[in-house]
Nanobody, 122 residues
Framework: VQLQASGGGMVQAGDSLRLSCAASRRTVSNNAMGWFRQAPGKEREFVAS????????VYADSVKGRFTISRDNAKSTVSLQLSSLKAEDTALYYCAASQSTVTTVRWMYNYWGQGTQVTVSS
């Protein structure tokens, strides 16, 4: 199973970015998908998760109202729209797949992508 995250970049505070995660059709359609992030010197933290059919979505409080997770099972992709970016959103963003339900728990994700860097300057 391979997950390929892309779309990161360097932006200014207040800007937007759209991250994408491509995977095999089987991986995306059968699993809950999530995004995590890790800033230098910090633990990897939960950002957002979406159920296999998009019916349930959970966000971290720190991104609620600014980030939007979505999925397109036909295209085998999961996206994360980042808006109103802040300097504290700077991190390496990872997509992951969970054979369980929607969850914020890192160890419940079975597959991980390589990460895409988001850098926000203030």
């Amino acid at each position: 199973v391979q997950l390929q995250a892309s779309g990161g970049g360097m932006v200014q505070a207040g800007d937007s970015l759209r991250l994408s995660c491509a995977a095999s059709r089987r991986t995306v359609s059968n699993n809950a998908m999530g995004w995590f992030r890790q800033a230098p010197g910090k633990e990897r933290e939960f950002v957002a998760s979406i159920s296999w059919n998009g019916g349930r979505i959970v966000y971290a409080d720190s991104v609620k109202g600014r980030f939007t997770i979505s999925r397109d099972n036909a295209k085998s992709t999961v996206s994360l729209q980042l808006s109103s970016l802040k300097a504290e959103d700077t991190a390496l963003y990872y997509c992951a797949a969970s054979q369980s339900t929607v969850t914020t728990v890192r160890w419940m994700y079975n597959y991980w992508g390589q990460g895409t860097q988001v850098t926000v300057s203030s």
